[in-house]
């Protein structure tokens, strides 16, 4: 077996090249269609990158956030804020920066406690920040929105976010192999013998927390130049918060791809109710939730993952009798 | 001998009850030192105190010159403290080599990738379980589990070593290996603290001993005299025997 | 002195709100996120009482009361035993019944802006002038306050001078231990969680007669209430009313002095200082 750099097996290097080479495909869609699809498209790689970012941090610690809105209004505010003066490039890390504070502010305040209160914070986080931006833009400039024009199309937002969510599964990749990545999983598995062997669990679980955050800044923020004019109540609409995790829970959050599964039914979903039963978007997200705690609560990867292990175990050869190795004694 | 660490003054209360009051004992670098006492006495409170997973109400822990009372676990881990648990704590998603990789990882040493690895295979070979790197720890008997775990404390090359009941559960010819196992740590130099029932393994495993009590300390000494102490026997068996 | 008094009336609905939640929560151990959806059914239960038979809302908590108690009832038995028999430990149905009652909060949220339609509602009851310390508030306002105290003097009662409440006190304690001494655990979380029910939407019908209200509404008083259980324990009778207090009144000194915008932002602020300084609550015990 040849030895590969960084230590990388061969599996990890087809899932590289199969990645790329999907990626690539996907990279010529704006080509062929620059309506309905490419649009539906947004949508779909948008919510690839903020459940993939989300599930970084929620998969591994279980611990369900709903701040997803409070991070990317925060991204989008950043651009919407200085875009007719500063490079977008720059804003876009603004973005990213005032998520991921924002994130270590509230995993420093919740992260050390159960997961109920961090679900509970994370509940109003968004309109919390909602009311503050509203409150100072109200009182400091007077105005209620902010205008946002650039040269940006539809179709460069498409590849702007497509690169984002390779982004983010190369770093979810970068993670497992480091020692933040073996911490998690250590916690995962018991949180006392963490501690006891040596790892700031509070601090590993926010640190997680903020690079989870700022991708979904990140993501706020290159989603800014899609709309011309960008209110709060939209920026930070709490609908997104309660999307991510109900696409990342249909798909499943055991593996980092298995949020891809539960978004690309789900947008479609999504965009059909949207246009037939406008109203009843949130009926049909109680349905969802409902569905997904009842019937597939480990989502749909969980599902396949279980028939598998079950033909694997119907298929496999008979089992050798574990030999009762007597206890080595020491000489 | 200089002090590996030192206990002073110790006292942990929940609420009206006192478990630990006001105990005092010095443990010497390489003693194998025992913390006995029946159920009920505080011991494993005492052990908790030390390993940063319960902090003091009042009082000192020092490992050496510095003081650890009251700092959390992971820093005490940091320093040079690694222990065993009462209720094996192997970690079941990962296989055996990497719960002892674990222990490497993020103590003082702080070990990564091949070095990490290869420690954790010898010590894999040290603990009687070569050749079983990618074995399923759920998989794994109760004794070999354990040998994970102390494995996994040994990792961290730790100034001081705690073994809480480690040789609890264990059958005869399990118990007699576990016994060789840990008096080979002591021949190594290594500090141990033991909280045990096991009398035949305190008795020719231990330097010396602290005899606790209803949270009270009652005897400390050499194993044979603190042992043969009349409070000692009262505090087992009752009025009858002493 | 005006703004305490005013705070004062308006913690007085709080608490039952927030005694309802941490009956839920604490014996139950059912993080219930649909529990404002159900302040807001008694918000238009009330209302119709009133504007279709003209039913005084105080008399209609009569009405109310029981069928919130049997509505909840219901959703414990069908959408959440299940849940509380499936979780292996505790933090596992805490996050489940999260994501059940999430779910849930959506499901009648949607059925009840279809129903009643998205816009703002209120009716004039009690809205005469009513004179304490030379102050004018609305007598809508203190009969309401009044009511809770009612409420709140008979739920103390129950709990802490009847078996069935003392039942309920201990599994909120221990559950596994008040299974031990012969206690129908999975009976006494039952009730609970539809006593718990029927406290919220009475707090609903009472907070009608002064404040407007809409369908989406609910979301903000589940965040209230949960914001309140905490700060006072969960579990903890005193606590609730006690944390209800302190957030009626810092939620009407800052809707005066600084912003009625900001009143989120208050209630957030008491959030995180209990979080950072005293997690368990005023009340709470500590778990080792």
Same mark, same amino acid.
């Given at each position: 077996?040849?030895?590969?750099?960084?230590?990388?097996?061969?599996?990890?290097?087809?899932?590289?090249? &199969?990645?790329? +080479?999907?990626?690539?495909?996907?990279?010529?869609?704006?080509?062929?269609?620059?309506?309905?699809?490419?649009?539906?498209?947004?949508?779909?790689?948008?919510?690839?990158?903020?459940?993939?970012?989300?599930?970084?941090?929620?998969?591994?610690?279980?611990?369900?956030?709903?701040?997803?809105?409070?991070?990317?209004?925060?991204?989008?505010?950043?651009?919407? %804020?200085?875009?007719?003066?500063?490079?977008?490039?720059?804003?876009?890390?603004?973005?990213?920066?005032?998520?991921?504070?924002?994130?270590?502010?509230?995993?420093?305040?919740?992260?050390? %406690?159960?997961?109920?209160?961090? +679900?509970?914070?994370?509940?109003?986080?968004?309109?919390?920040?909602?009311?503050?931006?509203?409150?100072?833009?109200?009182? !400091?400039?007077?105005?209620? &929105?902010?205008?946002?024009?650039?040269?940006?199309?539809?179709?460069?937002?498409?590849?702007?976010?497509?690169?984002?969510?390779?982004?983010? !599964?190369?770093?979810?990749?970068?993670?497992?192999?480091?020692?933040? &990545?073996?911490?998690?999983?250590?916690?995962?598995?018991?949180?006392?013998?963490?501690?006891?062997?040596?790892?700031?669990?509070?601090?590993?679980?926010?640190?997680?927390?903020?690079?989870?955050?700022?991708?979904?800044?990140?993501?706020?923020?290159?989603?800014?130049?899609?709309?011309?004019?960008?209110?709060?109540?939209?920026?930070?609409?709490?609908?997104?918060? !309660?999307? +991510?995790?109900?696409?990342?829970?249909?798909?499943?959050?055991?593996?980092?791809?298995?949020?891809?599964?539960?978004?690309?039914?789900?947008?479609?979903?999504?965009?059909?109710?949207?246009?037939?039963?406008?109203?009843?978007?949130?009926?049909?997200?109680?349905?969802?939730?409902?569905?997904?705690?009842?019937?597939?609560?480990?989502?749909?990867?969980?599902?396949?993952?279980?028939?598998?292990?079950?033909?694997?175990?119907?298929?496999?050869?008979?089992?050798?009798?574990?030999?009762?190795?007597?206890?080595?004694?020491?000489? | 001998?200089?002090?590996?660490?030192?206990?002073?003054?110790?006292?942990?209360?929940?609420?009206?009850?006192?478990?630990?009051?006001?105990?005092?004992?010095?443990?010497?670098?390489?003693?194998?030192?025992?913390?006995?006492?029946?159920?009920?006495?505080?011991?494993?409170?005492?052990?908790?105190?030390?390993?940063?997973?319960?902090?003091?109400?009042?009082? $000192?822990?020092?490992?050496?010159?510095?003081?650890?009372?009251?700092?959390?676990?992971?820093?005490?881990?940091?320093?040079?403290?690694?222990?065993?648990?009462?209720?094996?704590?192997?970690?079941?998603?990962?296989?055996? $080599?990497?719960?002892?990789?674990?222990?490497?990882?993020?103590?003082?040493?702080?070990?990564?990738?091949? $070095?990490?690895?290869?420690?954790?295979?010898?010590?894999?070979?040290?603990?009687?379980?070569?050749?079983?790197?990618?074995?399923?720890?759920?998989?794994?008997?109760?004794?070999?589990?354990?040998?994970?775990?102390?494995?996994?404390?040994?990792?961290?090359?730790?100034?001081?070593?705690?073994?809480?009941?480690?040789?609890?559960?264990?059958?005869?010819?399990?118990?007699?290996?576990?016994?060789?196992?840990?008096?080979?740590?002591?021949?190594?130099?290594?500090?141990?603290?033991?909280?045990?029932?096991?009398?035949?393994?305190?008795?020719?495993?231990?330097?010396?001993?602290?005899?606790?009590?209803?949270?009270?300390?009652?005897?400390?000494?050499?194993?044979?005299?603190?042992?043969?102490?009349?409070?000692?026997?009262?505090?087992?068996?009752?009025?009858?025997?002493? | =002195?005006?703004?305490?008094?005013?705070?004062?009336?308006?913690?007085?609905?709080?608490?039952?709100?927030?005694?309802?939640?941490?009956?839920?929560?604490?014996?139950?151990?059912? =993080?219930?996120?649909?529990?404002?959806?159900?302040? @807001?059914?008694?918000?238009?239960?009330?209302?119709?009482?009133?504007?279709?038979?003209?039913?005084?809302?105080?008399?209609?908590?009569?009405?109310?009361?029981?069928?919130?108690?049997?509505?909840?009832?219901?959703?414990?038995?069908?959408?959440?035993?299940?849940?509380?028999?499936?979780?292996?430990?505790?933090?596992?149905?805490?996050?489940?019944?999260?994501?059940?009652?999430?779910?849930? =909060?959506?499901?009648?949220?949607?059925?009840?802006?279809?129903?009643?339609?998205?816009?703002?509602?209120?009716?004039?009851?009690?809205?005469?002038?009513?004179?304490?310390?030379?102050?004018?508030?609305?007598?809508?306002? @203190? @009969?309401?306050?009044?009511?809770?105290?009612?409420?709140?003097?008979?739920?103390?009662? /129950?709990?802490?001078?009847?078996?069935?409440?003392?039942?309920?006190?201990?599994?909120?304690?221990?559950?596994?231990?008040?299974?031990?001494?012969?206690?129908?655990?999975?009976?006494?979380?039952?009730?609970?969680?539809?006593?718990?029910?029927?406290?919220?939407?009475?707090?609903?019908?009472?907070?009608?007669?002064?404040?407007?209200?809409?369908?989406? =509404?609910?979301?903000?008083?589940?965040?209230?209430?949960?914001?309140?259980?905490?700060?006072?324990?969960?579990?903890?009778?005193?606590?609730?009313? @006690?944390?209800?207090?302190?957030?009626?009144?810092?939620?009407?000194?800052?809707?005066?002095?600084?912003?009625?915008?900001?009143?989120?932002?208050?209630?957030?602020?008491?959030?995180?200082?209990?979080?950072?300084?005293?997690?368990?609550?005023? /009340?709470?015990?500590?778990?080792?």
């Amino acid at each position: 077996m040849s030895e590969l750099p960084f230590g990388i097996t061969q599996k990890e290097l087809r899932i590289g090249i &199969g990645i790329a +080479v999907a990626a690539g495909i996907a990279a010529l869609l704006p080509l062929f269609d620059q309506g309905y699809y490419l649009s539906l498209s947004v949508n779909l790689m948008l919510y690839a990158a903020l459940c993939t970012a989300w599930t970084l941090f929620s998969g591994p610690t279980h611990y369900v956030s709903l701040a997803s809105a409070a991070f990317f209004g925060l991204g989008t505010y950043a651009v919407a %804020l200085g875009v007719e003066s500063i490079p977008f490039p720059i804003l876009v890390a603004f973005g990213a920066v005032a998520a991921a504070i924002l994130a270590g502010l509230v995993g420093a305040a919740t992260l050390r %406690l159960s997961g109920v209160y961090f +679900v509970i914070f994370t509940l109003g986080l968004a309109e919390l920040v909602r009311q503050v931006v509203t409150w100072a833009q109200a009182k !400091f400039t007077g105005k209620t &929105g902010l205008y946002v024009f650039t040269d940006f199309r539809e179709m460069h937002i498409f590849w702007m976010l497509l690169a984002l969510t390779i982004a983010i !599964f190369i770093t979810g990749w970068l993670i497992n192999r480091s020692r933040l &990545g073996f911490a998690m999983q250590i916690i995962g598995n018991d949180e006392t013998v963490a501690r006891h062997v040596g790892i700031d669990t509070a601090r590993s679980k926010i640190l997680l927390f903020m690079i989870s955050g700022a991708f979904i800044g990140i993501a706020g923020a290159i989603c800014a130049p899609r709309y011309a004019y960008i209110q709060p109540p939209s920026a930070f609409n709490p609908q997104i918060s !309660f999307l +991510v995790v109900i696409m990342a829970l249909l798909g499943g959050t055991k593996r980092l791809w298995g949020p891809l599964v539960g978004v690309v039914p789900f947008i479609f979903v999504m965009d059909f109710v949207a246009a037939r039963l406008p109203n009843q978007m949130p009926i049909v997200m109680g349905i969802a939730f409902l569905a997904i705690v009842y019937f597939v609560p480990n989502g749909v990867t969980g599902v396949l993952e279980k028939a598998l292990a079950k033909w694997k175990a119907r298929n496999a050869p008979a089992p050798q009798a574990v030999a009762d190795k007597p206890a080595e004694v020491r000489p | 001998m200089s002090l590996a660490l030192s206990v002073r003054t110790v006292r942990k209360q929940f609420g009206g009850l006192v478990a630990v009051n006001n105990v005092s004992f010095d443990v010497h670098d390489g003693e194998l030192f025992g913390l006995i006492g029946p159920n009920g006495s505080g011991k494993t409170t005492m052990l908790n105190m030390i390993s940063g997973a319960l902090k003091p109400t009042s009082g $000192e822990i020092m490992l050496g010159h510095d003081r650890i009372s009251g700092l959390a676990a992971h820093h005490i881990a940091r320093k040079g403290v690694a222990r065993t648990f009462q209720l094996v704590k192997v970690l079941p998603s990962l296989d055996a $080599e990497e719960n002892i990789m674990a222990g490497a990882v993020f103590g003082h040493q702080r070990l990564w990738g091949e $070095e990490a690895r290869s420690l954790a295979r010898q010590l894999l070979e040290r603990v009687g379980l070569g050749g079983r790197e990618h074995m399923p720890v759920s998989a794994m008997t109760y004794i070999d589990q354990k040998r994970i775990e102390l494995a996994r404390a040994l990792a961290s090359n730790p100034r001081v070593l705690l073994l809480d009941e480690w040789l609890a559960g264990l059958n005869p010819s399990e118990l007699q290996i576990g016994i060789e196992l840990i008096a080979e740590l002591r021949a190594e130099g290594r500090t141990i603290i033991m909280v045990e029932h096991v009398m035949d393994a305190i008795r020719t495993l231990c330097d010396r001993c602290v005899v606790m009590s209803s949270g009270v300390k009652i005897a400390e000494g050499g194993v044979a005299e603190t042992l043969s102490d009349p409070e000692v026997v009262r505090a087992y068996l009752g009025d009858d025997d002493a | =002195m005006q703004i305490i008094v005013t705070g004062i009336l308006l913690s007085g609905t709080y608490a039952l709100i927030a005694l309802g939640l941490t009956l839920q929560y604490g014996v139950a151990r059912i =993080m219930n996120l649909a529990n404002g959806e159900t302040l @807001v059914a008694g918000c238009f239960i009330a209302f119709w009482l009133f504007a279709s038979f003209a039913i005084n809302p105080i008399l209609g908590l009569f009405i109310i009361a029981p069928l919130a108690f049997a509505f909840n009832w219901g959703i414990y038995q069908v959408a959440l035993k299940p849940l509380v028999d499936r979780a292996k430990n505790r933090g596992q149905l805490e996050v489940d019944s999260i994501l059940a009652t999430f779910g849930l =909060m959506f499901l009648l949220q949607g059925l009840m802006i279809s129903g009643f339609g998205g816009e703002y509602h209120s009716y004039q009851f009690l809205s005469e002038r009513f004179e304490i310390f030379g102050s004018a508030y609305g007598l809508n306002r @203190v @009969v309401a306050f009044i009511a809770a105290v009612v409420i709140a003097a008979v739920l103390y009662y /129950f709990l802490y001078r009847t078996r069935l409440g003392t039942a309920v006190r201990a599994v909120a304690v221990d559950p596994n231990s008040a299974n031990l001494v012969a206690i129908d655990v999975a009976k006494v979380a039952a009730v609970t969680f539809a006593l718990g029910g029927a406290l919220t939407a009475c707090g609903g019908a009472l907070l009608s007669t002064f404040y407007t209200f809409n369908a989406s =509404m609910g979301v903000t008083f589940t965040m209230k209430a949960l914001i309140i259980v905490i700060m006072g324990g969960v579990g903890d009778v005193r606590g609730a009313v @006690v944390a209800a207090l302190i957030l009626g009144i810092a939620e009407t000194l800052v809707a005066t002095y600084i912003d009625p915008g900001l009143t989120i932002a208050a209630t957030y602020t008491l959030f995180i200082i209990i979080l950072l300084v005293r997690p368990q609550g005023i /009340f709470g015990r500590r778990t080792t």
